[in-house]
Protein backbone atom coordinates (compact mmCIF):
# COMPACT_ATOMS: atom_id res chain seq x y z
CA UNK A 1 0.00 0.00 0.00
CA UNK A 2 1.03 3.28 -0.87
CA UNK A 3 2.36 5.01 2.60
CA UNK A 4 -0.84 7.92 3.81
CA UNK A 5 -2.89 5.29 2.05
CA UNK A 6 -5.50 3.87 4.61
CA UNK A 7 -7.38 0.50 4.04
CA UNK A 8 -10.46 2.33 4.15
CA UNK A 9 -9.93 4.82 1.14
CA UNK A 10 -7.80 1.80 -0.61
CA UNK A 11 -9.59 0.93 -4.17
CA UNK A 12 -9.23 -2.37 -5.30
CA UNK A 13 -9.10 -1.73 -9.19
CA UNK A 14 -8.57 1.87 -10.87
CA UNK A 15 -8.77 2.38 -14.88
CA UNK A 16 -7.74 4.68 -17.05
CA UNK A 17 -9.37 5.18 -20.22
CA UNK A 18 -8.66 6.64 -23.41
CA UNK A 19 -12.12 7.83 -23.99
CA UNK A 20 -15.33 8.69 -22.50
CA UNK A 21 -17.50 6.26 -24.07
CA UNK A 22 -15.13 3.52 -23.38
CA UNK A 23 -14.67 4.73 -19.76
CA UNK A 24 -18.51 4.76 -19.25
CA UNK A 25 -18.74 0.96 -20.84
CA UNK A 26 -16.46 -0.23 -18.41
CA UNK A 27 -17.78 1.69 -15.45
CA UNK A 28 -21.35 -0.44 -16.92
CA UNK A 29 -20.08 -3.26 -16.58
CA UNK A 30 -18.49 -3.39 -12.91
CA UNK A 31 -21.77 -1.79 -11.38
CA UNK A 32 -23.73 -4.13 -13.36
CA UNK A 33 -21.51 -6.82 -11.53
CA UNK A 34 -22.26 -4.97 -8.12
CA UNK A 35 -18.83 -3.12 -7.42
CA UNK A 36 -19.54 0.46 -6.54
CA UNK A 37 -17.78 2.26 -9.26
CA UNK A 38 -16.82 5.91 -9.53
CA UNK A 39 -16.27 7.78 -12.84
CA UNK A 40 -14.75 10.98 -13.60
CA UNK A 41 -13.56 13.33 -16.57
CA UNK A 42 -10.14 13.87 -17.16
CA UNK A 43 -7.08 13.66 -15.27
CA UNK A 44 -8.06 15.67 -12.43
CA UNK A 45 -8.92 14.79 -8.77
CA UNK A 46 -12.70 13.17 -8.83
CA UNK A 47 -15.38 14.30 -6.65
CA UNK A 48 -15.63 10.93 -4.66
CA UNK A 49 -14.21 7.59 -4.85
CA UNK A 50 -15.48 4.05 -5.05
CA UNK A 51 -14.01 0.69 -4.67
CA UNK A 52 -13.52 0.46 -8.48
CA UNK A 53 -12.83 4.25 -9.86
CA UNK A 54 -12.84 4.87 -14.11
CA UNK A 55 -11.02 7.69 -15.52
CA UNK A 56 -11.83 8.86 -18.50
CA UNK A 57 -9.38 10.65 -20.79
CA UNK A 58 -9.54 11.95 -24.29
CA UNK A 59 -5.99 10.48 -24.97
CA UNK A 60 -6.75 7.88 -27.92
CA UNK A 61 -6.13 9.76 -30.37
CA UNK A 62 -3.85 13.24 -28.43
CA UNK A 63 -0.22 12.99 -29.39
CA UNK A 64 1.79 10.49 -27.51
CA UNK A 65 3.12 13.15 -25.00
CA UNK A 66 0.42 14.74 -24.34
CA UNK A 67 -1.72 11.04 -24.02
CA UNK A 68 1.34 9.47 -21.71
CA UNK A 69 0.92 12.93 -19.19
CA UNK A 70 -2.46 12.76 -18.70
CA UNK A 71 -2.28 9.05 -18.41
CA UNK A 72 0.31 10.01 -16.10
CA UNK A 73 -1.30 11.73 -14.31
CA UNK A 74 -4.44 9.47 -13.79
CA UNK A 75 -1.97 7.00 -12.68
CA UNK A 76 -0.51 9.11 -9.72
CA UNK A 77 -4.08 9.46 -8.63
CA UNK A 78 -4.42 5.88 -8.62
CA UNK A 79 -1.82 5.23 -6.84
CA UNK A 80 -2.17 7.57 -3.96
CA UNK A 81 -5.28 5.96 -3.95
CA UNK A 82 -3.44 2.56 -3.02
CA UNK A 83 -5.13 1.34 -6.28
CA UNK A 84 -4.78 -3.18 -5.97
CA UNK A 85 -5.00 -3.18 -9.37
CA UNK A 86 -4.44 -0.84 -12.83
CA UNK A 87 -6.53 -1.49 -15.88
CA UNK A 88 -5.75 0.50 -19.12
CA UNK A 89 -9.36 0.38 -21.38
CA UNK A 90 -9.10 0.95 -24.78
CA UNK A 91 -10.98 -0.26 -27.89
CA UNK A 92 -12.04 -3.66 -28.74
CA UNK A 93 -10.51 -2.64 -32.37
CA UNK A 94 -7.22 -1.83 -30.54
CA UNK A 95 -7.72 1.69 -32.19
CA UNK A 96 -3.87 3.33 -32.41
CA UNK A 97 -1.61 4.51 -35.10
CA UNK A 98 2.05 3.19 -35.05
CA UNK A 99 3.08 5.84 -32.81
CA UNK A 100 0.51 5.07 -30.23
CA UNK A 101 -0.68 5.88 -27.91
CA UNK A 102 -1.95 1.91 -26.39
CA UNK A 103 2.18 0.82 -26.31
CA UNK A 104 3.12 4.11 -25.29
CA UNK A 105 0.82 4.57 -22.00
CA UNK A 106 0.96 1.12 -21.29
CA UNK A 107 5.08 1.05 -20.99
CA UNK A 108 4.45 4.24 -19.01
CA UNK A 109 2.47 2.65 -16.16
CA UNK A 110 4.40 -0.54 -16.31
CA UNK A 111 7.50 1.73 -15.65
CA UNK A 112 5.25 3.46 -12.79
CA UNK A 113 4.23 0.36 -10.99
CA UNK A 114 7.55 -1.69 -11.37
CA UNK A 115 5.78 -4.20 -13.17
CA UNK A 116 7.27 -6.51 -16.28
CA UNK A 117 4.69 -8.12 -17.71
CA UNK A 118 1.02 -7.05 -19.27
CA UNK A 119 -1.46 -8.91 -21.22
CA UNK A 120 -3.37 -7.07 -23.68
CA UNK A 121 -7.19 -8.31 -23.97
CA UNK A 122 -9.09 -6.02 -26.71
CA UNK A 123 -11.53 -9.28 -27.67
CA UNK A 124 -15.52 -8.03 -27.16
CA UNK A 125 -16.85 -11.39 -28.04
CA UNK A 126 -20.37 -10.55 -26.89
CA UNK A 127 -20.03 -8.59 -30.38
CA UNK A 128 -17.99 -11.59 -32.15
CA UNK A 129 -14.51 -9.17 -32.38
CA UNK A 130 -12.42 -11.43 -31.51
CA UNK A 131 -8.27 -12.70 -31.86
CA UNK A 132 -7.13 -15.59 -33.05
CA UNK A 133 -3.33 -16.12 -33.94
CA UNK A 134 -3.16 -12.51 -32.60
CA UNK A 135 -5.13 -11.35 -35.57
CA UNK A 136 -8.67 -9.39 -34.86
CA UNK A 137 -12.10 -10.56 -36.56
CA UNK A 138 -15.20 -8.60 -36.63
CA UNK A 139 -17.85 -11.91 -37.24
CA UNK A 140 -15.12 -13.44 -40.31
CA UNK A 141 -14.08 -10.43 -41.61
CA UNK A 142 -10.50 -9.17 -40.61
CA UNK A 143 -10.00 -6.12 -38.47
CA UNK A 144 -8.16 -4.90 -42.13
CA UNK A 145 -10.37 -5.36 -44.61
CA UNK A 146 -13.29 -4.16 -42.25
CA UNK A 147 -15.01 -0.46 -42.11
CA UNK A 148 -11.94 0.45 -39.73
CA UNK A 149 -9.68 0.59 -42.17
CA UNK A 150 -11.42 3.76 -43.25
CA UNK A 151 -11.53 5.58 -39.59
CA UNK A 152 -11.19 8.98 -40.30
CA UNK A 153 -8.77 9.01 -37.24
CA UNK A 154 -7.34 5.66 -36.60
CA UNK A 155 -7.59 3.73 -39.67
CA UNK A 156 -6.67 0.29 -38.87
CA UNK A 157 -4.99 -1.40 -41.67
CA UNK A 158 -3.04 -4.24 -40.43
CA UNK A 159 -5.13 -7.17 -38.48
CA UNK A 160 -2.26 -8.54 -36.66
CA UNK A 161 -2.74 -7.01 -33.20
CA UNK A 162 1.05 -8.42 -32.17
CA UNK A 163 2.56 -6.47 -35.11
CA UNK A 164 0.56 -3.31 -34.27
CA UNK A 165 1.87 -3.21 -30.81
CA UNK A 166 5.10 -4.06 -31.18
CA UNK A 167 5.17 -0.99 -33.75
CA UNK A 168 4.05 1.55 -31.15
CA UNK A 169 6.41 -0.15 -28.11
CA UNK A 170 9.85 -0.24 -26.83
CA UNK A 171 9.46 -3.69 -25.01
CA UNK A 172 9.52 -7.32 -26.60
CA UNK A 173 5.64 -7.61 -27.43
CA UNK A 174 3.99 -11.27 -27.88
CA UNK A 175 1.21 -13.78 -28.17
CA UNK A 176 -0.43 -16.11 -25.90
CA UNK A 177 -2.61 -18.21 -28.43
CA UNK A 178 -5.45 -19.76 -27.80
CA UNK A 179 -4.40 -23.00 -27.03
CA UNK A 180 -2.55 -21.86 -23.67
CA UNK A 181 -5.45 -19.93 -23.13
CA UNK A 182 -8.22 -22.74 -23.60
CA UNK A 183 -6.22 -24.33 -20.93
CA UNK A 184 -7.05 -22.13 -18.48
CA UNK A 185 -5.22 -19.33 -16.09
CA UNK A 186 -2.56 -21.58 -14.38
CA UNK A 187 -1.67 -22.19 -17.91
CA UNK A 188 -1.33 -19.00 -18.84
CA UNK A 189 0.62 -17.61 -15.83
CA UNK A 190 3.18 -20.46 -16.47
CA UNK A 191 3.35 -19.44 -20.09
CA UNK A 192 4.27 -15.82 -18.68
CA UNK A 193 7.15 -17.39 -16.48
CA UNK A 194 8.71 -19.31 -19.27
CA UNK A 195 8.72 -16.23 -21.55
CA UNK A 196 9.99 -13.68 -19.13
CA UNK A 197 11.89 -11.46 -21.75
CA UNK A 198 8.30 -10.98 -22.99
CA UNK A 199 6.60 -7.74 -21.52
CA UNK A 200 3.41 -7.23 -23.71
CA UNK A 201 1.30 -10.24 -24.10
CA UNK A 202 -1.39 -10.24 -27.08
CA UNK A 203 -4.09 -12.25 -26.00
CA UNK A 204 -5.69 -14.67 -28.77
CA UNK A 205 -9.61 -14.60 -27.32
CA UNK A 206 -12.55 -16.42 -29.20
CA UNK A 207 -15.41 -16.76 -26.42
CA UNK A 208 -16.66 -15.76 -23.07
CA UNK A 209 -14.96 -18.13 -21.47
CA UNK A 210 -11.46 -17.68 -22.55
CA UNK A 211 -12.24 -13.78 -21.44
CA UNK A 212 -12.72 -15.08 -18.13
CA UNK A 213 -10.08 -17.24 -17.99
CA UNK A 214 -7.66 -14.07 -18.56
CA UNK A 215 -9.41 -12.32 -16.09
CA UNK A 216 -8.66 -15.24 -13.77
CA UNK A 217 -4.98 -15.55 -15.09
CA UNK A 218 -4.03 -11.39 -14.31
CA UNK A 219 -6.62 -11.23 -11.43
CA UNK A 220 -3.59 -10.28 -8.96
CA UNK A 221 -1.43 -8.40 -11.63
CA UNK A 222 -0.08 -4.94 -11.05
CA UNK A 223 -1.31 -3.93 -14.76
CA UNK A 224 -4.02 -5.66 -17.09
CA UNK A 225 -5.23 -3.83 -20.20
CA UNK A 226 -7.80 -4.33 -22.94
CA UNK A 227 -11.16 -4.12 -23.78
CA UNK A 228 -13.64 -3.85 -20.53
CA UNK A 229 -15.26 -7.09 -21.34
CA UNK A 230 -12.64 -8.41 -19.79
CA UNK A 231 -12.44 -6.89 -16.78
CA UNK A 232 -16.32 -7.49 -16.22
CA UNK A 233 -15.17 -11.09 -15.66
CA UNK A 234 -12.84 -9.87 -12.30
CA UNK A 235 -15.82 -9.10 -9.62
CA UNK A 236 -17.16 -12.39 -9.22
CA UNK A 237 -13.50 -13.09 -8.39
CA UNK A 238 -12.95 -10.23 -5.91
CA UNK A 239 -16.13 -11.21 -4.24
CA UNK A 240 -14.92 -15.00 -4.07
CA UNK A 241 -12.05 -13.95 -2.51
CA UNK A 242 -12.97 -11.01 0.19
CA UNK A 243 -11.81 -8.10 -1.50
CA UNK A 244 -15.10 -6.87 -1.58
CA UNK A 245 -18.40 -7.61 0.69
CA UNK A 246 -21.52 -8.43 -0.49
CA UNK A 247 -22.35 -7.20 -4.35
CA UNK A 248 -24.14 -3.74 -4.15
CA UNK A 249 -27.59 -3.00 -5.49
CA UNK A 250 -28.03 -1.12 -8.43
CA UNK A 251 -29.80 2.32 -8.91
CA UNK A 252 -30.03 5.24 -11.27
CA UNK A 253 -32.23 8.42 -11.23
CA UNK A 254 -34.26 9.22 -14.11
CA UNK A 255 -34.29 12.24 -15.55
CA UNK A 256 -36.85 13.81 -17.65
CA UNK A 257 -37.25 17.01 -19.66
CA UNK A 258 -36.45 17.57 -23.99
CA UNK A 259 -34.34 15.29 -25.28
CA UNK A 260 -32.27 15.03 -28.24
CA UNK A 261 -29.40 13.65 -30.31
CA UNK A 262 -26.20 14.71 -31.12
CA UNK A 263 -24.31 12.58 -34.09
CA UNK A 264 -20.69 12.74 -34.71
CA UNK A 265 -19.61 8.92 -35.90
CA UNK A 266 -19.02 8.09 -38.84
CA UNK A 267 -19.38 4.94 -38.54
CA UNK A 268 -21.93 2.65 -41.08
CA UNK A 269 -23.72 1.81 -37.42
CA UNK A 270 -24.53 5.22 -36.65
CA UNK A 271 -25.83 6.03 -40.08
CA UNK A 272 -28.32 3.31 -39.64
CA UNK A 273 -29.53 4.40 -36.42
CA UNK A 274 -29.89 7.47 -37.70
CA UNK A 275 -31.35 6.86 -40.75
CA UNK A 276 -34.19 5.08 -38.13
CA UNK A 277 -34.50 7.62 -35.94
CA UNK A 278 -35.19 10.58 -38.79
CA UNK A 279 -38.63 7.57 -40.11
CA UNK A 280 -40.36 9.51 -36.93
CA UNK A 281 -38.30 12.36 -35.67
CA UNK A 282 -36.68 15.57 -37.48
CA UNK A 283 -33.04 15.66 -38.15
CA UNK A 284 -30.63 18.72 -38.61
CA UNK A 285 -27.79 17.95 -41.06
CA UNK A 286 -25.06 20.08 -40.95
CA UNK A 287 -22.13 20.07 -43.92
CA UNK A 288 -19.08 21.28 -42.20
CA UNK A 289 -17.96 22.63 -45.20
CA UNK A 290 -20.29 25.59 -43.95
CA UNK A 291 -18.55 26.79 -41.23
CA UNK A 292 -15.58 27.38 -43.52
CA UNK A 293 -17.78 29.57 -45.43
CA UNK A 294 -18.70 31.57 -42.81
CA UNK A 295 -22.40 30.26 -42.27
CA UNK A 296 -23.59 30.29 -38.59
CA UNK A 297 -24.43 26.88 -38.55
CA UNK A 298 -24.16 26.92 -34.52
CA UNK A 299 -27.17 29.31 -34.53
CA UNK A 300 -29.30 27.75 -37.43
CA UNK A 301 -29.22 24.39 -35.62
CA UNK A 302 -29.87 26.31 -32.39
CA UNK A 303 -33.35 27.81 -34.18
CA UNK A 304 -34.20 24.21 -35.34
CA UNK A 305 -33.88 23.00 -31.57
CA UNK A 306 -35.70 25.85 -30.40
CA UNK A 307 -38.83 24.81 -32.94
CA UNK A 308 -38.57 21.01 -32.25
CA UNK A 309 -38.70 22.03 -28.52
CA UNK A 310 -41.48 24.19 -28.28
CA UNK A 311 -43.28 21.37 -30.34
CA UNK A 312 -42.80 18.91 -27.80
CA UNK A 313 -40.57 16.48 -30.57
CA UNK A 314 -37.25 15.03 -29.67
CA UNK A 315 -34.74 15.50 -32.63
CA UNK A 316 -31.05 14.82 -33.65
CA UNK A 317 -28.68 17.22 -35.32
CA UNK A 318 -25.89 15.45 -37.08
CA UNK A 319 -22.49 16.21 -38.47
CA UNK A 320 -22.33 12.49 -40.16
CA UNK A 321 -21.45 12.83 -44.02
CA UNK A 322 -20.74 10.16 -46.56
CA UNK A 323 -17.43 8.80 -46.64
CA UNK A 324 -16.47 10.53 -50.35
CA UNK A 325 -17.38 13.86 -48.96
CA UNK A 326 -15.18 13.20 -45.66
CA UNK A 327 -12.32 12.09 -47.77
CA UNK A 328 -12.38 15.30 -49.92
CA UNK A 329 -12.76 17.89 -46.87
CA UNK A 330 -9.67 15.62 -44.92
CA UNK A 331 -8.00 16.30 -48.24
CA UNK A 332 -8.66 19.85 -48.39
CA UNK A 333 -8.37 20.87 -44.65
CA UNK A 334 -6.40 18.07 -42.62
CA UNK A 335 -8.13 14.78 -40.89
CA UNK A 336 -7.29 16.12 -37.43
CA UNK A 337 -8.41 19.69 -38.57
CA UNK A 338 -12.16 18.30 -39.64
CA UNK A 339 -12.54 16.21 -36.60
CA UNK A 340 -11.80 19.23 -34.27
CA UNK A 341 -14.13 21.22 -36.29
CA UNK A 342 -16.72 18.43 -35.79
CA UNK A 343 -16.35 18.20 -32.08
CA UNK A 344 -16.41 21.98 -31.52
CA UNK A 345 -19.51 22.51 -33.62
CA UNK A 346 -21.19 20.08 -31.88
CA UNK A 347 -19.81 20.85 -28.24
CA UNK A 348 -21.34 24.88 -29.00
CA UNK A 349 -24.81 23.36 -30.26
CA UNK A 350 -24.77 21.03 -26.85
CA UNK A 351 -24.05 24.41 -24.65
CA UNK A 352 -26.73 25.90 -26.42
CA UNK A 353 -29.64 23.14 -26.17
CA UNK A 354 -28.60 22.44 -22.83
CA UNK A 355 -28.30 26.18 -21.47
CA UNK A 356 -30.30 28.10 -23.41
CA UNK A 357 -33.19 25.63 -24.15
CA UNK A 358 -33.21 23.43 -21.47
CA UNK A 359 -32.35 20.26 -22.79
CA UNK A 360 -31.90 17.31 -19.70
CA UNK A 361 -31.81 14.19 -22.00
CA UNK A 362 -29.23 13.97 -24.60
CA UNK A 363 -27.72 11.19 -26.51
CA UNK A 364 -24.09 11.32 -28.51
CA UNK A 365 -22.96 9.03 -30.60
CA UNK A 366 -19.46 9.19 -31.19
CA UNK A 367 -16.64 8.71 -28.50
CA UNK A 368 -14.52 11.94 -29.10
CA UNK A 369 -17.65 13.73 -29.86
CA UNK A 370 -18.91 12.85 -26.53
CA UNK A 371 -16.11 13.57 -25.08
CA UNK A 372 -15.72 17.15 -26.30
CA UNK A 373 -19.68 17.49 -25.69
CA UNK A 374 -19.33 16.56 -22.05
CA UNK A 375 -16.08 18.61 -21.33
CA UNK A 376 -18.42 21.73 -22.84
CA UNK A 377 -20.63 21.34 -20.58
CA UNK A 378 -18.66 21.26 -17.53
CA UNK A 379 -19.25 18.20 -16.36
CA UNK A 380 -16.52 16.47 -14.79
CA UNK A 381 -18.26 13.30 -12.96
CA UNK A 382 -20.73 10.83 -13.76
CA UNK A 383 -23.26 8.52 -11.92
CA UNK A 384 -23.25 5.55 -14.69
CA UNK A 385 -25.83 3.04 -14.90
CA UNK A 386 -26.02 -0.76 -15.10
CA UNK A 387 -24.55 -2.39 -18.71
CA UNK A 388 -27.35 -3.44 -21.00
CA UNK A 389 -25.63 -4.32 -23.94
CA UNK A 390 -22.72 -2.98 -26.26
CA UNK A 391 -23.59 0.60 -26.81
CA UNK A 392 -26.10 1.43 -24.15
CA UNK A 393 -24.85 2.85 -20.93
CA UNK A 394 -26.79 5.42 -19.14
CA UNK A 395 -25.45 8.08 -16.99
CA UNK A 396 -26.44 11.08 -14.86
CA UNK A 397 -24.75 14.40 -13.95
CA UNK A 398 -25.75 16.33 -11.00
CA UNK A 399 -23.63 19.17 -11.84
CA UNK A 400 -23.58 21.80 -13.84
CA UNK A 401 -26.70 20.93 -14.90
CA UNK A 402 -29.06 17.82 -13.75
CA UNK A 403 -29.46 15.43 -16.50
CA UNK A 404 -29.33 12.15 -18.16
CA UNK A 405 -26.55 11.09 -21.02
CA UNK A 406 -26.42 8.08 -23.10
CA UNK A 407 -22.85 8.42 -24.68
CA UNK A 408 -22.11 5.43 -27.25
CA UNK A 409 -19.29 4.59 -29.69
CA UNK A 410 -19.92 4.89 -33.15
CA UNK A 411 -20.21 1.41 -33.76
CA UNK A 412 -22.32 0.05 -31.30
CA UNK A 413 -25.67 -0.23 -30.19
CA UNK A 414 -28.86 -1.10 -31.87
CA UNK A 415 -30.97 0.17 -34.60
CA UNK A 416 -33.64 2.00 -32.56
CA UNK A 417 -31.19 3.16 -29.77
CA UNK A 418 -31.73 6.60 -30.04
CA UNK A 419 -35.52 6.68 -29.26
CA UNK A 420 -35.39 3.76 -26.62
CA UNK A 421 -32.43 5.98 -25.12
CA UNK A 422 -34.34 8.79 -24.72
CA UNK A 423 -37.58 6.89 -23.38
CA UNK A 424 -35.49 4.99 -21.07
CA UNK A 425 -33.87 7.60 -19.25
CA UNK A 426 -37.12 8.86 -17.98
CA UNK A 427 -37.10 5.94 -16.00
CA UNK A 428 -34.62 5.63 -12.43
CA UNK A 429 -33.07 1.94 -12.14
CA UNK A 430 -32.80 -0.36 -8.85
CA UNK A 431 -32.28 -3.71 -9.11
CA UNK A 432 -30.27 -6.40 -8.13
CA UNK A 433 -26.86 -6.84 -9.47
CA UNK A 434 -25.55 -9.68 -12.47
CA UNK A 435 -24.22 -12.54 -10.84
CA UNK A 436 -24.83 -15.56 -12.55
CA UNK A 437 -24.47 -15.06 -16.12
CA UNK A 438 -22.29 -12.53 -18.29
CA UNK A 439 -23.04 -10.49 -20.15
CA UNK A 440 -26.57 -10.13 -19.47
CA UNK A 441 -29.25 -11.19 -21.84
CA UNK A 442 -31.11 -8.16 -22.73
Known amino acids: MTPGTSSRNKLVFGAIADDLTGGIELASMLIARGVPTS??????????????????????VAPVAEAVGSTSEALERLVGRGARQVF??????FDSTPEGNIGPCAEAILDRLGARQALFVPALCETR???YQGHMFGAAQLLAESPKRLDP?????????????????????????????????????????TAAETAFFLCDTLYERHLATLA???????????????????????????????????HLDGVDGPGAV???????????????????????SIDVEQAYAGHDIV??????????????????????????????????HGRLEIASKVEAILSDIARAIVVDLGVRRLVVAGGETSGSVVRALGITDLDVGPYREPGFSRS????????????????????????SALDDMRRPISEAPCLDQWPPKG
Not at 88 to 93: E, M, Q
Not at 158 to 186: F, K, M
Not at 411 to 419: E, N
Request: glycine content about 6%; some cysteine; aromatic content about 6%.
Open 39 to 60: LSIGSGEPARYGAAHVFALKSR
Open 396 to 419: VAARPYPMALMLKSGKLGGPDIFA
Open 129 to 131: RTV
Open 88 to 93: LKYCAT
Open 153 to 193: LTPMTDSNLVRVLQAQSRRPAGLIDYTVVDRGPEAVRSYLE
Open 262 to 284: LVGSLADQTAAQLDRFARSHSVF
Open 299 to 332: SEATQFAEKAIAEGHHFAISTALPQARVDELQAR
Open 216 to 250: AAAVDAPLLTGNSSVAAHLPPLWFESGLLPSPARV
